[in-house]
Structure formats: structure tokens, C-alpha cells
């Protein structure tokens, strides 16, 4: 049977009124302040990111230390390093740890329900960015029965909303 679907929407843009009601994380260190998260002995994909976490790091160790949030800040760009576009954008919305590792700090079985990324950049955006990293931010929004949400903004770091995202993932416990 059918395992997976996609839909792609895409439409011209024209100006029109535009504000950003989200608010980009504050008083960041600079990336070359903060560690680079280790990454030896793990899976291929984080292998892929330069991430560095000013908050809500992928636990070193599994310690069950259960945490009051499940928000991550981080500093994230591709390793090897290249410039920012489309493809690297929507890779790096789905790069965010599955919340529950970050909140409960314990080995959990995860899927992928669902995944919708917007883009808020325009290739002219993409291309002023670069290749110096951008400013990620995740949260859970509800653990339930089963299931969570998370959301997730990513921000050039010169403090426009490049991308959001949002995700429905089954845990089991």
C-alpha cells in the first residue's frame, strides 16, 4: 500500500502587505562562541550540520533527566559548507531533533506523521545569507497519547524569517 505522499503548491508572488508577528531568539552568542555539537558515532544525517546549540542541545547521554521544555536554540549550518538555497532550506527546517529526545532525555521510538515547511524567503533572501549560519528554533507544542507537535523557525542572521515548520510525530513508550 501507499506509505508516503507529497504535495507541492507553487504561485508567483506580488506585493502586497507583509509583517512578521514571530520574534527571532535574542542576545545570541556568536556561532564562533558557541561549541560545535559532537557528532562522531552518530547517524549519517547530523553528520551533514555544523550545529551549535545555545539551548536545548540533543543529549550527550540518555540520563532520563526529564526537562521542563523541550525548546532548542541553535546556531546550524551544511557541512561541508555551501551556499543557502531551496533544497538546503528545507533540509535544514527537518534537522531539529525530535522534541521529546530534547524534553524527556530518553531513547524513544519516533516516526514522522506529517511535515508542512513554508518558505518566507525569496532566492534573493537565500543568496544574501550565503553561507554563514542561520539561526534555528524548535518547540513542542503538546505530548499526547502517542503523538507530538513541534514548530520550528528558521532565521537568517541578520534577523529575517527565512522558513517555519511544523511536524506531527508518533513516539512510543
Known sequence: GVVATATAVFAVRRETWSDVEAVM?????????????PVKGMPAWPQRYDMRFVEGAFPAAFDEQEQAHSR???WVRDEPVRPLDFAAL??????????????????????????????HADEAALAAQGDRFVIGSARALKFHNG???????????????????????????
Not at 522534541?99 to 516516526?111: A, N, Y
Open 72 to 74: 532548542s536554540t541553535l
Open 25 to 37: 531568539p535574542a542576545n545570541l552568542p556568536a556561532p564562533d562562541a558557541v561549541p560545535r555539537m
Open 90 to 119: 528545507a533540509a535544514i527546517s527537518d534537522s531539529f531533533f525530535p522534541r521529546i529526545f530534547v524534553r524527556r532525555r530518553r531513547p524513544t521510538p519516533v516516526g514522522s506523521v506529517s511535515i508542512t515547511t513554508y518558505f
Open 147 to 173: 503523538f507530538f507537535d513541534q514548530s520550528g523557525e528558521i532565521w537568517s542572521d541578520d534577523g529575517h524569517l527565512l522558513a517555519s515548520t511544523h511536524q506531527t510525530v508518533y513516539f512510543k513508550e
